[in-house]
């Protein structure tokens, strides 16, 4: 299975956007998905996750700002980010699991660069 991203740009602080992650192939089977992102000079750190269940968790600086879904019909993930702050500007990149007994597979999408300016 093949991640792309999609949906990065440029935006003004207190702006909106909503990334996308297309995937080659069924999503239903992972266990969880997510989105990361990494700003320059630092090292890449989780934003969110959504589980098969639909049970999501956030990171405590998107909280109330960002929202996580899944459409497994259309085997893409989403993160619709609103109220964005410059602190949001980094590449984000989306990932997915899949386990099982004895196994863990991991992808990971090539990334989309948020830029947002003051």
């Known amino acids: 299975v093949q991640l792309q991203a999609s949906g990065g740009g440029l935006v003004q602080a207190g702006g909106s956007l909503r990334l996308s992650c297309a995937a080659s192939g069924s999503i239903s089977s992972f266990n969880v998905m997510g989105w990361y992102r990494q700003a320059p000079g630092t090292e890449r750190a989780l934003v969110a996750t959504i589980s098969a269940a639909r049970i999501k968790n956030y990171a405590n600086d998107v909280k109330g700002r960002f929202t996580i879904s899944r459409d497994n019909a259309r085997n893409t993930l989403y993160l619709q980010m609103n109220s964005l702050k410059p602190d949001d500007t980094a590449v984000y990149y989306c990932?997915?699991?899949?386990?099982?007994?004895?196994?863990?597979?991991?992808?990971w999408g090539q990334g989309t660069l948020v830029t947002v300016s003051s």
């Open positions: 990932h997915a699991r899949r386990v099982a007994v004895g196994f863990r597979e991991d992808y």
